[in-house]
């Protein structure tokens, strides 16, 4: 099993650090050859209107489409929640997604003065799957920076995790649909690694 991390921005070395310290061969994902090589992906966190940009420079969007469409595993994280999406709330004029998770997420969502913050989350779906690390509670310590939310779900789409506290309570931050996962939130900087562990899971899951 070979998982890549979508290389054109963002914070790619986290994830390559992340999977790999869980024992998957992991490789930087910026040419179709590379793309082509590999079952799986992970989009970071970064800025998604630099990223779709960056993405249709390196030709990459047409293949990585089709890869999503003929159900390739992908997990993104913030930015790459958002490239995720099929709609975004406030995209910027001419911002376009990869697509393939029937979600609308809203950028900025938690409000251009909140640039930053942490909150510990439930997400029983995985927790369920997977070991706590030691070190670590049991909850998911979530790092939230300038992320979006979900604001309208298909019926499809898998609620994995909300905000339990503060103004946002409530927000859907974490959904499943099929082989696509998506956290607004950055679990690559924590040290728990245990939501790229369950993606792991899904990616062993739908190897042939
Ligand atoms: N606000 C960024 C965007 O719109 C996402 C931020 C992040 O990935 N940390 O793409």
């Not at 070395?13 to 024992?23: N, P, Q, T, W």
């Not at 970064?46 to 990223?51: A, C, N, Q």
């Not at 047409?62 to 390739?72: H, S």
Request: charged share 25%; glycine share 10%.
């Amino acid at each position: 099993m070979r998982v890549g991390v979508l290389a054109v921005q963002g914070d790619v070395r986290e994830h390559l650090h992340a999977l790999s310290s869980l024992g998957v061969q992991v490789v930087g994902v910026r040419r179709l050859r590379e793309l082509d090589d590999v079952d799986a992906l992970v989009i970071p966190g970064g800025e998604s209107t630099t990223m779709d940009k960056m993405v249709r420079a390196f030709d990459l969007q047409e293949q990585l489409r089709k890869r999503i469409a003929g159900g390739m595993p992908v997990y993104g994280s913030c930015a790459g929640m958002i490239m995720l999406a099929d709609r975004i709330a406030d995209a910027r004029p001419d911002q376009e997604t990869l697509g393939g998770l029937d979600i609308t997420v809203r950028r900025n969502a938690f409000g251009r003065q909140v640039d930053s913050f942490e909150e510990d989350l439930d997400i029983p779906a995985i927790a369920r799957m997977t070991t706590v690390p030691e070190g670590h509670p049991a909850a998911f310590k979530a790092v939230f920076i300038r992320a979006p939310w979900v604001e309208e779900l298909g019926d499809d789409v898998e609620v994995l995790a909300t905000v339990k506290t503060g103004a946002a309570a409530g927000r859907v931050v974490a959904v499943r649909s099929g082989n696509l996962l998506a956290t607004s939130f950055h679990p690559e900087v924590t040290g728990d690694h245990r939501i790229h562990e369950y993606f792991t899971q899904m990616v062993r899951a739908a190897l042939p």
